[in-house]
């Protein structure tokens, strides 16, 4: 089951397969995209999986193992990569929540988000050749884009899995957060960004003209929201 849970402007879309690590099967993947199509007009958008175990642990293998055939194998990896690229196409800003483990598919699902926050006991890695198979749902190409390419293929070529810690050390996860307080604290760094034109600053992050940036500035910069802060922060001054 996937559920979407709306905090203001910020959306919230859980994956709860507590009998499968939260893994996810073909089923979890229409689920996703209904809960994305719920989720348009948020100004930041979360994904998370429920407990405190798994974030999600991979592809389904139960349920995955009746594709037999070449065709069915490329149908499944085009259909949670369409799922993935919807994420890093999101409008706003995304934020994956690492609450527990993000293994093989999992991973994948991980760096489709903008941002990564991770309970400092979880681990990450991109262990798909354990099972004689590679990255499908284009986790090797944005984990290049993170880590580069030489160390990409390290961890992904040996299917190394890392702690936390480590995991941030090379740019893979962007924040590490202690347990105990993870869950206050990933939301309230995720209300913080729906709180703001992130959305504006990713459009003009992934690449647009000078023209447009300029012009998405000065849309920002007329707008009630700019004059009001910043009215705040000049009584502040005197």
């Known amino acids: 089951m996937v559920d979407l849970e709306w905090d203001g402007g910020l959306a919230v879309v859980t994956i709860d397969r507590p009998q499968a690590r939260n893994a996810i099967a073909p089923e979890t993947m229409e689920q996703l995209d209904k809960a994305l199509d719920g989720a348009e007009g948020a100004t930041a958008l979360v994904l998370r999986g429920a407990g405190d175990k798994a974030f999600v642990s991979g592809g389904d293998l139960k349920q995955l193992a009746e594709l037999r055939t ?3 194998a490329a149908a499944m990896a085009w259909r949670m990569r369409a799922v993935c690229d919807r994420i890093a196409d ?7 929540v690492l609450n527990g483990h993000a293994l093989g598919g999992g991973a994948e699902f991980a760096v489709a988000a903008d941002i990564r926050l991770a309970a400092d006991d979880i681990r990450i890695g991109f262990n798909q050749v354990t099972l004689a198979i590679m990255p499908a749902w284009g986790g090797a190409e944005r984990l290049t884009e993170l880590v580069g390419y030489s160390r990409a293929l390290l961890l992904a070529g040996t299917g190394t899995i890392l702690q936390a810690a480590e995991a941030e050390r090379i740019g ?6 202690p347990r105990g307080s993870f869950d206050d604290d990933w939301r309230a760094i995720a209300r913080q960004l729906a709180g703001r034109p992130v959305g504006e600053i990713k459009r003009v992050m992934k690449g647009v003209s000078t023209t447009e940036a300029v012009q998405a500035f000065a849309r920002l910069w007329v707008a009630d929201e700019h ?11 005197k």
């Open 227 to 237: 004059w009001a802060a910043a009215d705040k922060a000049m009584k502040r001054t």
């Open 70 to 72: 070449e065709d069915d």
């Open 90 to 96: 999101f409008p706003a800003p995304t934020i994956a």
């Open 172 to 177: 893979l996860i962007d924040r590490v957060l």
